[in-house]
């Protein structure tokens, strides 16, 4: 690990990261050496990582790393180098798709484009020229009473393609229990929960409906147990629902 005092980016390469003492111990070590000096950029190179991270090590680097650095007000952009190891990778994006954090950082397959990325002026993607959409290809599988879906991009655009799958998958997930869940709220509940998505404080909401404050946090509480959420980022996915 190193810091480029002159492009005021700070630079992360995972070697021989193949069991989680070591990524957990590399963690700890960026974590001291960022908040000393507080970068603008990151680039995280993870090109010759083959360590496929567990859930409860992704959950646990979100919690040490990325939501502190969030809660303080952080800005920064952050880009990753992605490994030849496809499960390996999507170990690594799948601590993004939730949207936990708030900031989003980028996927990139080569060294060049992640610099060129993290020293544009705009969170934006690259997009030199206007690019074609991806050549879609749907086949069914009679035999197999299955479907098969196939899209051709260019090799630079499939960290992102991979990512927006990841939602996806994720989202398609959520929407199966997370509507279960919804569904076992009373309805003064559903009305708490739809003037806490839209952004109003407790006090505003304890007025509306003539309760205490007191009364408001608890149901705040309930809902996140209810809800099976760990933080209010959590519970914003429920407004597909209202």
Same mark, same amino acid.
């Given at each position: 690990?190193?810091?480029?005092?002159?492009?005021?980016?700070?630079?992360?390469?995972?070697?021989?990261?193949?069991?989680?003492?070591?990524?957990?111990?590399?963690?700890?070590?960026?974590?001291?050496?960022?908040?000393?000096?507080?970068?603008?950029?990151?680039?995280?190179?993870?090109?010759?990582?083959?360590?496929?991270?567990?859930?409860?090590?992704?959950?646990?680097?979100?919690?040490?790393?990325?939501?502190?650095?969030?809660?303080?007000?952080?800005?920064?952009?952050?880009?990753?180098?992605?490994?030849?190891?496809?499960?390996?990778?999507?170990?690594?994006?799948?601590?993004?798709?939730?949207?936990?954090?708030?900031?989003?950082?980028?996927?990139?397959?080569?060294?060049?484009?992640?610099?060129?990325?993290?020293?544009?002026?705009?969170? /934006?993607?690259?997009?030199?020229?206007?690019?074609?959409?991806?050549?879609?290809?749907?086949?069914?599988?009679?035999?197999?009473?299955? /479907?098969?879906?196939?899209?051709?991009?260019?090799?630079?655009?499939?960290?992102?393609?991979?990512?927006?799958?990841?939602?996806?998958?994720?989202?398609?997930?959520?929407?199966?229990?997370?509507?279960?869940?919804?569904?076992?709220?009373?309805?003064?509940?559903?009305?708490?929960?739809?003037?806490?998505?839209?952004?109003?404080?407790?006090?505003?909401?304890?007025?509306?409906?003539?309760?205490?404050?007191?009364?408001?946090?608890?149901?705040?509480?309930?809902?996140?147990?209810?809800?099976?959420?760990?933080?209010?980022?959590?519970?914003?996915?429920?407004?597909?629902?209202?």
């Amino acid at each position: 690990m190193y810091y480029d005092e002159d492009r005021d980016i700070f630079m992360g390469k995972w070697d021989n990261c193949n069991v989680a003492e070591k990524l957990i111990a590399g963690i700890k070590e960026y974590k001291g050496i960022f908040e000393k000096i507080v970068p603008e950029k990151v680039i995280w190179d993870l090109s010759s990582m083959s360590y496929i991270i567990p859930t409860e090590l992704q959950n646990w680097i979100l919690d040490f790393l990325d939501i502190p650095a969030c809660r303080h007000g952080i800005d920064y952009k952050v880009a990753h180098i992605l490994s030849p190891d496809i499960y390996a990778s999507i170990s690594v994006m799948n601590m993004y798709v939730d949207g936990k954090t708030t900031f989003r950082p980028h996927f990139f397959s080569h060294e060049n484009t992640a610099l060129d990325w993290v020293n544009l002026t705009t969170n /934006g993607p690259i997009s030199e020229t206007e690019t074609l959409p991806p050549l879609l290809k749907v086949e069914s599988l009679l035999n197999e009473n299955k /479907g098969r879906i196939t899209l051709d991009v260019d090799s630079a655009e499939v960290p992102e393609y991979l990512l927006d799958i990841l939602k996806v998958i994720k989202n398609r997930r959520f929407f199966s229990t997370g509507i279960r869940n919804y569904m076992q709220l009373t309805a003064r509940e559903k009305v708490i929960l739809t003037l806490i998505l839209q952004g109003k404080p407790n006090k505003n909401i304890a007025d509306i409906l003539s309760i205490s404050c007191e009364t408001v946090k608890t149901h705040r509480r309930n809902l996140l147990r209810k809800l099976q959420c760990k933080n209010m980022n959590e519970l914003m996915r429920f407004q597909i629902f209202l």
